[in-house]
């Protein structure tokens, strides 16, 4: 079986571990733009402020084997079971976890178009295919707003990672927009380069992540109304609060599929702000330095809008009203993934959408797949070859960003391969 897959982050390299795991004997093609495995914008940082945010018992690469990750911990001797490792070490993990099956080729390029039965990447080179396995992660957003003043709109990039570096050493300002978990990790960047600045976060209600529990609260078992409403109700009544939220994890995926459009729109259009700060919490130690940069007046946080500047500064609209101007280095884009698939650039989803092989999904928050995470296209049919994984399918399941969601999906594709 000839298995190609497009993107090497987490989702990716474990579609291309559990594949080869699952049908021995597979020639098994993992494909990626930028020729980096194993890391993904999530765990390509090199700094050891950016931690994970989560607990090393809950990181574990595999779905069937939850101890994984903390055994390697033990072993390196960097933590324990609730541990949050600094990204760059958990990068190692995948690494050691990538190299340890035999037949994935690792092909460095991008993947462009699906004709006649290959995968065709930009050089013009065709990998032939049994089933392909769409694991692209997070697609990076742009500034919601124009801006004069330099600007960096993928703080990820090498690029963007020198367009920092360069603002740091400038004693203006600098201008963050987004106020979540993005945020946070170029906020300690900045510092860590000696930032020499103040830095200005803005979001539309200026809402940062919470910090995880020390020592946890532990999740408790729970009757999930399958109502919106009735389960905003539930989930609100419940303490302490981080349990609360923790105690639907088990359910979310079901109680999503189960929603109706308008209840997932409502939740869109007005808990999702809410439930990514509280769902999406960071490490308690990552909590402290950014409180302290705040309290010495480093870091201030806004509710507002940017609203254009010159070459020099920006105006932020504030939400209570009034404005202020602020004198800046640059601007920043902290707004975290693209949350539309109609403006993801990716040449290889755009070409499958034009050509119909597959369409949105309801929301269009990424693509339409049935159960088995098949993806299907513009006639309505599921592929018999084409999969999705990972946060290109957010639509269908919502929780499907972190490593203990994808873990599960990954095996399952990689078992109906098998079968």
Same mark, same amino acid.
């Given at each position: 079986?000839?298995?190609?897959?497009?993107?090497?982050?987490?989702?990716?390299?474990?579609?291309?571990?559990?594949?080869?795991?699952?049908?021995?004997?597979?020639?098994?093609?993992?494909?990626?733009?930028?020729?980096?495995?194993?890391?993904?914008?999530?765990?390509?940082?090199?700094?050891?402020?950016?931690?994970?945010?989560?607990?090393?018992?809950?990181?574990?690469?595999?779905?069937?084997?939850?101890?994984?990750?903390?055994?390697?911990?033990?072993?390196?001797?960097?933590?324990?079971?609730?541990?949050?490792?600094?990204?760059?070490?958990?990068?190692?993990?995948?690494?050691?976890?990538?190299?340890?099956?035999?037949?994935?080729?690792?092909?460095?390029?991008?993947?462009?178009?699906?004709?006649?039965?290959?995968?065709?990447?930009?050089?013009?080179?065709?990998?032939?295919?049994?089933?392909?396995?769409?694991?692209?992660?997070?697609?990076?957003?742009?500034?919601?707003?124009?801006?004069?003043?330099?600007?960096?709109?993928?703080?990820?990039?090498?690029?963007?990672?020198?367009?920092?570096?360069?603002?740091?050493?400038?004693?203006?300002? *600098?201008? $963050?927009? &987004?106020? !979540?978990?993005?945020?946070?990790? #170029? /906020?300690?960047?900045?510092?860590?380069? @000696?930032?020499? %600045?103040?830095?200005?976060?803005?979001?539309?209600?200026?809402?940062?992540?919470?910090?995880?529990?020390?020592?946890?609260?532990?999740?408790?078992?729970?009757?999930?109304?399958?109502?919106?409403?009735?389960?905003?109700?539930?989930?609100?009544?419940?303490?302490?609060?981080?349990?609360?939220?923790?105690?639907?994890?088990?359910?979310?995926?079901?109680?999503?599929?189960?929603?109706?459009?308008?209840?997932?729109?409502?939740?869109?259009?007005?808990?999702?702000?809410?439930?990514?700060?509280?769902?999406?919490?960071?490490?308690?130690?990552?909590?402290?330095?950014?409180?302290?940069?705040?309290?010495?007046?480093?870091?201030?946080?806004?509710?507002?809008?940017?609203?254009?500047?010159?070459?020099?500064?920006?105006? *932020?609209? $504030?939400? &209570?009203? !009034?404005?202020?101007?602020?004198? #800046? /280095?640059?601007?920043?884009?902290?707004? @975290?993934?693209? %949350?539309?698939?109609?403006?993801?650039?990716?040449?290889?989803?755009?070409?499958?959408?034009?050509?119909?092989?597959?369409?949105?999904?309801?929301?269009?928050?990424?693509?339409?797949?049935?159960?088995?995470?098949?993806?299907?296209?513009?006639?309505?049919?599921?592929?018999?070859?084409?999969?999705?994984?990972?946060?290109?399918?957010?639509?269908?399941?919502?929780?499907?960003?972190?490593?203990?969601?994808?873990?599960?999906?990954?095996?399952?594709?990689?078992?109906?391969?098998?079968?």
């Amino acid at each position: 079986m000839k298995i190609a897959i497009v993107g090497a982050g987490y989702s990716g390299t474990m579609a291309a571990v559990e594949a080869a795991r699952a049908v021995p004997g597979a020639d098994i093609a993992l494909v990626d733009r930028r020729g980096t495995f194993a890391a993904g914008a999530a765990y390509s940082t090199t700094s050891g402020s950016h931690l994970l945010n989560v607990r090393a018992r809950g990181m574990s690469a595999f779905a069937g084997e939850p101890d994984h990750f903390v055994r390697w911990v033990e072993a390196e001797g960097i933590g324990g079971p609730d541990t949050f490792v600094p990204r760059r070490d958990y990068r190692r993990y995948l690494e050691g976890v990538l190299a340890a099956v035999p037949g994935v080729r690792r092909v460095a390029g991008e993947a462009v178009a699906v004709a006649d039965g290959a995968l065709v990447l930009a050089d013009g080179a065709r990998l032939a295919f049994d089933a392909l396995i769409l694991a692209g992660g997070n697609y990076g957003g742009r500034l919601p707003a124009k801006v004069e003043v330099p600007a960096v709109d993928d703080p990820w990039s090498r690029e963007g990672i020198e367009a920092i570096r360069a603002m740091a050493g400038q004693e203006k300002d *600098v201008l $963050l927009v &987004g106020t !979540g978990l993005t945020m946070v990790d #170029v /906020a300690l960047t900045l510092v860590d380069e @000696g930032c020499r %600045g103040r830095m200005v976060a803005v979001s539309r209600r200026g809402l940062l992540p919470r910090p995880h529990e020390e020592p946890a609260s532990p999740p408790y078992a729970v009757e999930a109304p399958p109502r919106l409403g009735d389960l905003v109700r539930q989930t609100r009544a419940g303490a302490p609060w981080r349990a609360a939220v923790d105690s639907l994890r088990p359910h979310s995926q079901y109680l999503w599929r189960g929603f109706s459009i308008d209840e997932k729109k409502r939740f869109l259009r007005h808990l999702r702000p809410w439930w990514d700060v509280h769902r999406h919490r960071i490490a308690p130690p990552v909590a402290r330095r950014i409180e302290a940069l705040i309290g010495e007046g480093r870091l201030e946080v806004l509710a507002g809008r940017v609203r254009g500047g010159d070459a020099e500064s920006v105006t *932020v609209a $504030l939400r &209570g009203g !009034g404005e202020r101007r602020f004198a #800046v /280095a640059g601007a920043i884009n902290c707004t @975290g993934p693209e %949350g539309a698939i109609a403006r993801i650039g990716d040449p290889l989803v755009r070409q499958l959408l034009d050509a119909g092989l597959a369409r949105p999904d309801a929301l269009g928050l990424g693509l339409d797949v049935d159960s088995s995470h098949r993806v299907i296209g513009a006639d309505g049919a599921a592929s018999d070859r084409i999969y999705a994984v990972g946060p290109l399918t957010k639509g269908a399941l919502w929780e499907i960003v972190a490593v203990p969601d994808i873990r599960h999906q990954v095996r399952d594709v990689a078992l109906s391969l098998a079968g």
